[in-house]
């Protein structure tokens, strides 16, 4: 009998790999979704408030293009499960994956944004200080630190095989039979 050693990654068809990475990425898309609605609700009713109408013209602007990137980050992020239900049973698996992580990606760039102006309004109406930019810089440094750096370095540090076997935001999954293991 031959030995082998540990055994890396998975034996799935291209279309049970799809059918793992959508769910993946589903339950990642709940947690950006969450977040990026609750911003979203909240940022709705500024506009309510009394307070509102005695803001410079300036933090005004930034609150409408505020709103504007969370309403696009919202439709980015509710968008996988619009185009999985208008697709389904179509048989375009892998294609729909791809397309889902594109929207994804997108949205977490637009909720990126949309944290940075939220961030940038609430310290200039909070505060007189001079020091709002480098706070502001130094929260969107942390964001792309722990969203994109941190998965980056992990993604180059530990992986063994190439990027074709590793689907990145809108690439296909590789075919079976293609060396895929597992290390997403």
Not at 44 to 54: C, G, I, R
Request: net charge positive.
């Amino acid at each position: 009998m031959k030995e082998e050693g540990p055994r890396r990654g998975r034996d799935e068809t291209e279309e049970e790999r799809a059918d793992r990475m959508w769910v993946e990425l589903i339950q990642e898309v709940r947690v950006a979704q969450t977040g990026v609605q609750i911003l979203f609700g909240f940022l709705l009713t500024v506009v309510f408030q009394p307070k509102y109408a005695t803001l410079p013209d300036a933090d005004q602007a930034i609150y409408i293009v505020t709103v504007v990137l969370g309403a696009c980050a919202t439709g980015a992020l509710i968008g996988p499960v619009s185009l999985h239900r208008l697709v389904a049973g179509r048989r375009i698996k892998p294609q729909t994956v791809r397309i889902a992580a594109r929207m994804t990606f997108v949205g977490l760039i637009l909720l990126l944004a949309t944290m940075a102006c939220a961030l940038l309004l609430i310290l200039r109406v909070a505060t007189q200080g001079g020091y709002v930019p480098y706070l502001l810089a130094a929260v969107v440094v942390w964001y792309l630190v722990c969203w994109y750096g941190l998965p980056l370095w992990a993604r180059h540090r530990h992986t063994t095989a190439s990027p074709a076997d590793h689907p990145g935001p809108g690439q296909a999954p590789p075919a079976r039979g293609a060396d895929s293991r597992g290390h997403d």
